[in-house]
């Protein structure tokens, strides 16, 4: 279909891996940091397609995924409530917390509703006026203007019985953080394409530069990644590391200001517990003093809720880059999209979901095929 | 890959004699049962479903006919084959662009029937009924059922209605049982796929998902998608028309991919027959509307339901005249090979993806659910 065919040309998509291989000379580990070039690159098989030693590693930036565990229990405790009328992205809702998930609570008489909009919750809320409406409201700077328009219209409008409980996260501080690691691989990263679209990727060039590390902000569909990818490689075999632009067909340096502003208004920056890394200080936003009515943790008094992770799951070394689905020992038998262990199981953009997914749990090793893998053969 | 459900059945029942319990029956502990509480994902036709089959309905009722968990039974009753099937309906909304719970209901059972290569001929219908149902919502979905089984060329010749307390039930729930006969030398089972044969799906998938998401409430998502809910009896009959020059029956298995899509069907099939598959992403037929639909909501067609399609795995001598055949039908226009059964990679279903990589198709864990980003 246009706009998508020719973004999965299979023909094309020889060339820049050919392209890759005459550019290359020795190995390269490449991050991708969002989850939708996670599930993409996964779903198109073009971790197959790369030549040997260029190795993607999969990054943090499913915001499923690195939903504190005492996040998903804060929701669930707001979401049993009989006066509540909890509304989330579909998939929250198999995310488990300690006990069950969004699911169970629905099947136990809890009023948990998908909205495709956080904007749908300001409908829901005039429809139920003695239901308090509470909105999961995660995710990166992708999801936090639609998340932040939330509240601001219920403010505006008056609509008082709306609330968001909120886990929002930043990708910079998040690439910050991998960098900082003394394991850290990461020799250059494929930066989050939407994310850039709302923030615009100027926020990117100090990380280049302090941590001298190729940055190119990347689309999702295959080509795209696979373009990203040369051009990541080209700046690493030329010793440059600068924040280039491959996704400038929907995006420039600056973003989408009014949507930026929106986001400022509403929420402030603050620090942030990621599921299976760990605290990463000036990570994520909360809400303003002023929206403290719409803040569901103030409204519910749920902020004493703590958890605790297995010790079997590896995901904060995925997240970070240092291991693979495959290294882990639990991946696909004790732990799978029904009893996830941890962050990257939980979300089909979380790399050990997107693997399991698409069957690679069914493999021992890292597949490596032969005889079908010819691009342009479809 | 993990044995299925049907494989574990088959094991333990071989070599019993019909009628004869298997020693399944009665015997063995109950498996254990993860979930406290049944959850939707429970009725997706996916991971869950298999789950609650294997653990709960198999144990209670394990016997040789049931245990080929196949859509349909096929039994033998004095030197007549006689396939029989039933199938619950509980759509929301009943009524949807391209038909209506009504419709579904009739040509759901007449394609498990067909599927069997039965000849549909008699259907039971049972009404549950809420409170409050429009009489006149009760008469559309009654003269479209009428609607259909006159296409389907089979007679409705019995049926129950119940009516529940109001909030008890969703509008109208509608049970259908179906018999059909099976006429001469046909044999096919999703367990008789060979390498080398062919699969062909009879025309564009996911159309009947997608229209009734973009109804549903909620999804604002304004489409021109119309469910393809059809009886596929007639496209059946004439495939089988296609015979070999050694009169065998070039179908190995059929099926028509409902809940949890093509994907989900050809894995069944892949497993139940210890074979493998290689599809070709580019010769899947999908139109652009349901392309995009899926893209917006993160969703594959692959796994959504369709209500009009067919699957079949044909031998390969056969398979261009079959699909010939197909195309002269209304039903199997857009009928295309979308690729073949192979020897390696037993029970799984890869795919070559348009870019040139290659993908393993699994079995759909519990309902698609829309991402978050």
């Given at each position: 279909m246009k706009y998508l065919d020719e973004y999965r040309d299979g023909k094309l998509a020889a060339r820049i891996v050919d392209e890759i291989r005459r550019v290359q000379t020795k190995p390269w580990v490449i991050m991708e940091v969002c989850g939708g070039q996670t599930h993409s690159i996964v779903k198109h098989g073009i971790d197959h397609l790369l030549p040997k030693g260029i190795e993607l590693v999969h990054g943090p930036g499913c915001p499923v995924c690195v939903t504190p565990l005492e996040m998903i229990d804060k929701a669930h405790a707001i979401a049993r409530r009989p006066d509540v009328i909890f509304c989330s992205f579909g998939d929250m809702l198999r995310v488990p917390g300690s006990d069950g998930d969004l699911f169970t609570i629905k099947s136990q008489g809890g009023d948990v509703r998908i909205v495709y909009s956080p904007l749908d919750c300001l409908k829901i809320a005039r429809a139920n006026p003695d239901k308090q409406v509470v909105f999961f409201a995660i995710g990166f700077e992708t999801t936090a203007p639609a998340n932040a328009m939330l509240v601001h219209a219920a403010k505006q409008q008056g609509v008082k019985n709306v609330s968001i409980l909120v886990s929002h996260v930043l990708v910079p501080p998040a690439i910050a953080a991998i960098l900082s690691s003394p394991e850290n691989r990461v020799q250059a990263f494929l930066g989050p394409g939407h994310v850039c679209a709302v923030m615009?990727?100027?926020?990117y060039e100090p990380l280049s530069r302090e941590f001298h590390v190729p940055i190119v902000i990347t689309g999702f569909e295959p080509l795209d990644l696979l373009q990203g990818i040369l051009m990541a490689v080209q700046q690493l075999e030329s010793g440059r590391a600068e924040v280039e632009n491959q996704y400038s067909r929907a995006l420039g340096r600056e973003g989408n200001r009014p949507a930026q502003e929106l986001v400022f208004s509403v929420f402030e920056v603050g620090d942030r517990n990621w599921r299976g890394i760990g605290a990463i200080p000036g990570s994520g936003y909360r809400l303003r003093a002023e929206y403290a009515d719409h803040d569901a943790e103030r409204l519910f008094d749920v902020a004493q809720i703590a958890t605790r992770e297995s010790e079997v799951c590896i995901s904060g070394d995925i997240l970070k880059g240092n291991k693979k689905p495959h290294d882990c020992p639990a991946f696909g038998k004790e732990c799978d999209p029904q009893h996830p262990l941890g962050a990257t199981m939980v979300s089909a953009e979380g790399a050990c979901a997107a693997y399991y997914a698409y069957g690679r749990h069914l493999e021992r090793v890292e597949p490596k095929l032969t005889g079908i893998t010819s691009a342009g053969a479809a | 890959m993990k044995q299925s459900a049907s494989e574990k059945a088959k094991e333990s029942s071989t070599a019993q004699p019909a009628g004869v319990p298997s020693p399944l029956f009665g015997s063995c502990p109950l498996p254990i049962f993860e979930h406290k509480q049944i959850v939707l994902g429970h009725g997706s036709g996916g991971k869950l479903t298999a789950d609650l089959i294997d653990k709960i309905f198999l144990p209670a009722f394990a016997n040789p006919v049931l245990n080929k968990l196949d859509d349909q039974a096929v039994v033998q009753i004095d030197g007549a084959r006689l396939a029989f099937t039933t199938d619950s309906f509980v759509v929301t909304p009943i009524f949807f662009p391209g038909g209506d719970i009504g419709k579904l209901a009739v040509n759901g059972t007449v394609n498990d029937l067909a599927m069997s290569g039965a000849r549909p001929l008699y259907l039971a219908a049972a009404f549950i009924l809420e409170e409050g149902l429009l009489a006149e919502e009760l008469q559309r979905v009654v003269e479209s059922m009428r609607d259909a089984a006159q296409q389907a060329g089979v007679q409705l010749v019995t049926g129950d209605t119940k009516v529940v307390n109001r909030g008890k039930g969703d509008k109208v729930f509608i049970t259908t049982t179906g018999v059909g006969v099976i006429e001469g030398p046909i044999e096919i089972s999703a367990s008789l796929a060979q390498a080398g044969d062919k699969i062909i799906v009879s025309g564009y998938i996911g159309d009947h998902g997608i229209a009734i998401m973009s109804q549903r409430e909620n999804l604002e998502f304004e489409g021109a998608i119309e469910s393809d809910c059809a009886p596929l009896n007639s496209l059946v009959s004439a495939m089988l028309e296609v015979s070999r020059a050694d009169g065998e029956c070039p179908l190995h298995a059929l099926r028509d991919p409902t809940r949890g899509g093509v994907a989900t069907t050809l894995n069944e099939i892949a497993a139940r027959s210890n074979v493998g598959m290689l599809l070709e992403e580019a010769a899947i037929p999908v139109r652009e509307s349901v392309q995009g639909a899926c893209e917006l909501l993160g969703l594959d067609p692959l796994y959504v339901a369709n209500e009009g399609k067919l699957v079949a795995v044909v031998a390969p001598e056969s398979a261009e005249a079959v699909l010939a055949r197909m195309r002269e039908h209304e039903l199997g226009k857009d009928a295309s090979i979308i690729g073949e059964v192979v020897?390696?990679?037993?029970?799984m279903v890869r795919m070559k993806t348009l870019v040139g990589g290659t993908r393993i198709l699994d079995v759909m864990f519990g309902e698609q659910l829309p991402r978050i980003c």
């Open positions: 615009g990727y100027s926020e | 020897a390696e990679h037993s029970g």
